[in-house]
């Protein structure tokens, strides 16, 4: 028998303490109750041994390779290819690619940081003065302040360039957001708040100017508080928040925010109903108008704001989510008066397309680092990059990744000519169709992609601290803010039937279009085939929805969401891949995205899926056994 030793490693705080265990084992059965980052280098123990435990002599240094993220800009073939194609402005290029070097250089530790350092909540002062104050790490501050001189907001009003200025805009969030910490959520936000400002005709230039400023110590982040105690998208019927006239002017407001998100903003837009003389309100959407409200008082107090608590959620954790009282809030009238839903539609808008942006990066980024961790990583002999069904399976997730980005670039494109009033009567309804159409489609993507992605990594993908699994937790959120997955299918079926299917035949005779363009690559053919099958199978679909038995529609609502998604992802897919300098790899990606059910809405509706008796018995086997 031999002495061996089992070394525990506990951290305490930063350092890893050792605790050697001294008994006699015989040499196989040496073990490692928990071995953390322990460097061989700094292990020590007085006994004489011939061969150190853990030494290089032993078993040599034992780390698996880590994936190094590079320049997001110079590894994205497809961002730079569609820049080439639409925006071929030198000092775009050469502005991203120093921004993405910003990006692994700076941001990257920065959104780290805000991840392990989430959001506190300090009810007190020392003095015990209530001040209800959420605190967060440097990093969060530090990334305000880049967003502020970079103009990730400013780009999107300074417009210079055109048509295009949300492209170039929102493709340099797209770099930023993976690496962000989450800081893209108060953008969103305040960008939506500059959008409604703007629309409303500057209310209060003052508040608009704060918000698109490039200068951090005046820039203004915007809160977005809707939810109430009721919960969900339906802000008619769940807003109990009053708003009550003041003399000389202005209103209190007085209500409880259920789900308050970048609760540390400097401002908030909020929806209320204004009483009248005797303290009644106006039910249902007509009650409901639009307020503006700075969170902090000049003298640095609250303004009339109590942080109830902080959300534990599963995910954004770098974000302060905040449950909130308001009692006497002072708050200034944006809207007229019961016309607050219809006020806030450009504020979703914006904040969709930044969930689309947000869950297109999210892909692109797990596979930057999955492709890079394949040519590093040997199993069964040879590089992951060297398996075939390891490679299909990263070409799967790209062929996903590069539908979804160039929907979320043409939603972006529609969004900038709308704003520079250039775009015609029919992309502006593709602009109405498209919006939950990308939001919801590529949500559902972003969760799929980051799980397989994390799967590539083996068990590394399931450790904390190696950064990975918060881009899964992360991920999980884009299905449901800005509305959950059949909040927004029905949202497409309200913009069909306000437009009186106008959105519809927008759509139909864009797709069209791109179809007969692409006829020019031969190799596009197949791709082509299936393309006009299925568009003409969903002309077919909802050219006869009105005939169809009454409730037959709603529960069509999400499939035909999921139609509308693949047919326009395919047919972004082969214009991109017949335009002349396309490459062969454009031309794969438009052929397997082809490959699949590109109209879902059709084949389930074939199987009696959406029929009255099918809706009886999805009720009775879901509800099967549940007691009253």
Same mark, same amino acid.
């Given at each position: ?166 492209? @170039? ?398 047919? @326009? ?18 031309? @794969? ?33 879901? @509800? ?5």
């Amino acid at each position: 028998m031999a002495s061996a030793m089992a070394v525990r490693v506990c951290r305490r705080g930063n350092r890893l303490a050792l605790h050697m265990l001294s008994r006699s084992v015989s040499d196989s059965s040496v073990s490692v109750e928990t071995l953390g980052e322990l460097d061989s280098h700094t292990y020590t123990h007085s006994h004489t041994h011939t061969h150190t435990l853990f030494s290089r002599s032993a078993i040599g240094a034992f780390f698996q390779e880590r994936p190094l993220l590079s320049n997001p800009f110079t590894q994205d073939a497809l961002l730079r290819a569609y820049l080439r194609r639409h925006l071929p402005v030198a000092a775009v290029e050469a502005e991203l690619q120093r921004f993405g070097q910003r990006v692994v250089s700076e941001l990257e530790p920065l959104g780290r940081q805000c991840e392990l350092h989430p959001p506190a909540l300090q009810r007190y002062d020392p003095w015990g003065r209530r001040v209800d104050r959420i605190l967060t790490c440097p990093a969060w501050a530090r990334l305000r302040a880049v967003s502020a001189h970079e103009g990730l907001v400013a780009d999107g009003y300074e417009r210079a360039y055109g048509d295009w200025s949300r492209v @170039y805009q929102m493709s340099k969030m797209y770099l930023f957001a993976p690496s962000a910490g989450l800081y893209t959520c108060p953008l969103a936000m305040t960008d939506g708040a500059a959008k409604v400002l703007e629309a409303l005709g500057m209310p209060d230039r003052e508040a608009f100017e704060r918000l698109t400023s490039r200068d951090e110590m005046r820039f203004w982040t915007s809160g977005q508080w809707m939810t109430e105690r009721r919960g969900g998208s339906d802000v008619s019927s769940g807003t109990e928040t009053v708003a009550r006239r003041q003399q000389g002017g202005g209103f209190k407001l007085y209500g409880f925010k259920w789900f308050t998100s970048a609760t540390d903003a400097d401002m908030t837009l909020t929806l209320a109903r204004i009483t009248d003389e005797h303290g009644h309100t106006t039910p249902g959407s007509r009650g409901l108008s639009l307020f503006m409200a700075e969170v902090w008082n000049s003298d640095g107090s609250s303004n009339g704001i109590e942080v109830q608590r902080l959300k534990d959620k599963l995910g954004t954790r770098q974000v302060p989510t905040a449950e909130l009282l308001l009692d006497g809030m002072n708050a200034r009238l944006l809207s007229e008066e019961g016309r607050g839903v219809a006020s806030i539609a450009n504020m979703l808008t914006i904040t969709r397309i930044y969930n689309t942006v947000c869950a297109v990066a999210a892909m692109r980024r797990i596979i930057h680092l999955c492709r890079e961790y394949a040519c590093k990583r040997s199993v069964f002999g040879k590089l992951l990059k060297d398996h075939a069904l390891h490679v299909q399976t990263l070409s799967r997730m790209e062929v996903e990744t590069r539908a979804a980005f160039l929907l979320v670039m043409e939603v972006c494109r529609l969004l900038g000519r709308e704003e520079n009033r250039s775009a015609s009567e029919r992309e502006l309804l593709l602009l109405r169709l498209l919006t939950p159409v990308a939001k919801l489609y590529s949500a559902k993507q972003a969760v799929s992609v980051v799980s397989e992605g994390l799967e590539s990594f083996g068990g590394q993908g399931y450790i904390e601290d190696t950064g990975l699994p918060s881009m899964l937790r992360d991920a999980q959120v884009l299905s449901i803010w800005e509305g959950t997955t059949n909040v927004l299918s029905l949202d497409v079926l309200r913009s069909v039937e306000k437009s009186s299917g106008s959105v519809l035949q927008a759509f139909f005779s864009d797709v069209e279009e791109r179809l007969l363009a692409a006829e020019v690559c031969a190799a596009l053919r197949p791709a082509l085939s299936s393309l006009r099958s299925a568009l003409s199978a969903l002309m077919l679909f909802c050219q006869a929805a009105p005939t169809r038995p009454a409730g037959s529609l709603e529960p069509s609502a999400r499939d035909l969401a999921y139609s509308l998604a693949r047919v @326009y992802m395919g047919a972004l897919l082969v214009d991109h891949a017949a335009w002349e300098h396309a490459t062969h790899t454009d031309i @794969y990606t438009a052929l397997r995205w082809c490959d699949q059910d590109l109209c879902p809405v059709v084949s389930r509706g074939a199987a009696g899926c959406f029929d009255p008796q099918t809706t009886a018995m999805d009720s009775a086997l879901v @509800y099967d056994g549940l007691q009253p």
